[in-house]
């Protein structure tokens, strides 16, 4: 198999599983518990904290650990709108689920939610965020970095312009984190979520970045964990885990991104010049290092995935999280993509497991299955499809 859908998630890395593994077996003690099973746990908490806080340059109080990134969004606009009767959240039209179906729900208890448009390259415009920021507005959430196209925003100006206005900044960076430098100073921004998942570690564990000062309502209550803001009994060998995750991406940050950004130019190089009526997607400058968007058109992109997947590829449409719902690309729509455009569409996401030889191999089959699909395309006349060598 050749996985190229690390935006979706990520192989666990040796060295995490082998940290979350005594906190499996022998170190079962509950971290709210005096004796030393209880301190054992509740100091390996503290150490994942401490780790986790270092790869975004926060201080540790000031991470809330989570169950990944859709309970960290749904905390920040839950638990920030709950603290008014009413007012304007401001977030884009490309924004993941776990922000837009919370913005849903806050809309239909009378909220005002404006959405901001995007271009064709997936980027917003600030002087929209400027003309719609108004003296009503709780809170701005836009994402860093998109999980379809890979666009990434100008987070260091949004979060100007809220402060500017003193308005509260969360970006979504469950996308971003491990895939550029993050810090959370240099941005200015007041909340960001982070996924386990997406960087080498374990599945449903996560965390938020609350800026000191910035008071959230609790969306879990109970024995008052996590500074009285989720209760319940933590999750230790997945906090474990998750914490030494993020001190891997951070001591190989930069060079895991040269080496995939260096995978990344090469398929996109590959694929533009040997498959013919291509588009590459998204923004090419301000850009996730490695994500790589293509519309193949005439091809159905969940036909070329199922095909791609008979030779051993993972590929991806787009949100692995939304493939239930069997909906159209909203990241696509937004960007005024047509449906044919959108039809066509395959994601691949590299990660720093690939190498150079499967983006070769990767290429050559993509030649072929695009080009097989097109031979039986009901767009076969519209397009000369002439094969390129
Ligand atoms: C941008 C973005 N936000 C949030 C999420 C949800 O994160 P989690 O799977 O940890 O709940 C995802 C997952 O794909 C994502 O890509």
């Known amino acids: 198999m050749i996985y190229l859908d690390n935006a979706a998630s990520t192989q666990i890395h040796d060295d995490v599983l082998n940290s979350m593994l005594p906190y499996l077996r022998e170190q079962y003690g509950n971290p709210s518990s005096i004796h030393r099973y209880g301190r054992l746990t509740r ?7 401490k780790q986790i806080a270092s790869l975004i340059n926060a201080d540790p109080a000031e991470i809330l650990i989570t169950s990944g990134g859709t309970e ?4 920040v606009l839950m638990g920030i709108s709950s603290q008014f009767p009413s007012g304007q959240i401001i977030t884009s039209s490309i924004e993941h689920d776990a922000i837009l179906e919370p913005c849903k729900k806050l809309s239909s208890n009378g909220f005002q939610i404006d959405y901001l448009p995007v271009d064709k390259f997936g980027m917003i415009d600030l002087s929209n965020l400027e003309n719609i920021i108004s003296k009503n507005t709780l809170l701005v959430s836009i994402m860093f970095g998109n999980n379809e196209v ?3 925003q100008p987070i260091i100006e949004i979060a100007k312009i809220c402060h500017k206005h003193n308005v509260l900044f969360h970006t979504d960076a469950v996308q971003a984190i491990g895939k550029l430098h993050v810090d959370v100073n240099e941005l200015g921004v007041d909340l960001l979520s982070i996924s386990s998942h997406k960087l080498h570690g374990p599945k449903g564990i996560g965390a938020l970045y609350i800026k000191n000062g910035v008071k959230i309502n609790p969306l879990i209550l109970g024995g008052g964990q996590e500074f009285r803001l989720r209760s319940g009994t933590e999750n230790v060998a997945s906090i474990v885990g998750f914490g030494q995750a993020c001190e891997i991406a951070q001591n190989h940050l930069t060079e895991n991104i040269v080496y995939v950004k260096k995978l990344r130019t090469l398929l996109v190089e590959k694929v533009l010049d040997q498959i013919p009526e291509t588009t590459f997607n998204g923004h090419f400058e301000f850009r996730l290092s490695n994500n790589a968007h293509f519309t193949f058109l005439g091809v159905n992109g969940e036909d ?11 590929a991806s449409t787009g949100s692995a999280c939304s493939v239930n719902t069997q909906k159209s690309s909203h990241v696509l729509e937004s960007m005024g993509f047509s449906l044919e455009q959108i039809t066509g569409s395959l994601r691949l996401t590299i990660g720093i497991f690939n190498t150079e030889n499967e983006i070769k191999e ?28």
């Not at 960290?72 to 905390?75: C, F």
């Open 43 to 49: 100091k390996a908490i503290h150490k994942a904290r």
């Open 72 to 75: 960290s969004n749904n905390t």
């Open 150 to 152: 890979g666009t990434i």
């Open 304 to 314: 070329l995935i199922i095909k791609l997947d008979e030779y051993g590829i993972a």
């Open 362 to 389: 990767t290429v050559d089959i993509l030649k072929n299955v695009v080009a097989e699909l097109r031979a039986v395309s009901p767009f076969k006349e519209k397009y000369s499809f002439t094969s390129k060598n």
